[in-house]
């Protein structure tokens, strides 16, 4: 069963990087497509962006020259990093599979931005 | 970017009612809709892909309908279990974007 586990620290400091590592459990992530959608306080989702099984990336634009998708496939990981972080970044960041619909997600990691 | 508007944003029911939750998209995306449900601290789970199929392990009393800029998801007989925020979403085009969701709360 695939499974997806978030890590990385629940707070960071405006103007600081965020970095988050997804590890991957019973599927090879350079099969399908990987990604991170975050979850603002309330209900509004964004989609961040993915990574494909060769490497391939897409951000959303919204997020502009911030962001940074990477992965380690020798470890079946891939990461986020998303630079410049301000108050209105805090929100719960998930990672999750994409096989034309997002099947698989992470349990979540909250990051709140706050000094 | 395709904006999804998401209606009602909350529908108060008893259980035992059926409900249509409505998705309308701001521009074609043929059947490229995905209903997510997402109960109170928990991941989202993806109940119907493509705009009306069925994914494994989903009751089926979740149904999906719809193409082009309208789409409905559809719960027969809510079970107190289905309380819970609903999410459309479009893979139509990048950036994939979400509805803001549906509330279902109970009466």
């Known amino acids: 069963e695939v499974q997806l586990q978030e890590s990385g620290p629940g707070l960071v400091k405006p103007s600081q990087s965020l970095s988050l590592t997804c590890s991957v459990t019973g599927y090879s992530i350079t099969s399908n497509y990987w990604g991170w959608i975050r979850k603002f306080p309330g209900t509004k989702m964004e989609w961040m962006g993915y990574i494909s099984y060769s490497g391939r990336i897409s951000y959303n634009p919204s997020l502009k020259s911030r962001i940074s998708i990477t992965r380690d496939t020798s470890k079946n990981h891939f990461f986020l990093q998303l630079n410049s972080v301000t108050t209105e970044d805090t929100a719960t960041y998930y990672c999750a599979r994409y096989g034309n619909s997002w099947g698989y997600w992470g349990q979540g990691v909250m990051v709140t931005v706050s000094s | 970017d395709i904006v999804l508007t998401q209606s009602p944003a909350t529908l108060s029911v008893t259980p035992g009612e059926s409900v249509s939750l409505s998705c309308r998209a701001s521009q074609g995306v043929n059947t490229s809709i995905h209903w997510y449900q997402q109960k109170s601290n928990e991941s989202p789970r993806l109940l119907i892909k493509?705009?009306?199929q069925s994914i494994s392990g989903i009751p089926s009393r979740f149904s999906g309908s719809g193409s082009g800029t309208d789409f409905t998801l559809s719960i027969n007989r809510v079970e107190s279990e289905d309380f819970s925020v609903y999410y459309c979403q479009q893979s139509y085009s990048l950036p994939h974007t979400f509805g803001a969701g549906t509330k279902l709360e109970l009466k």
């Open positions: 493509f705009a009306s």
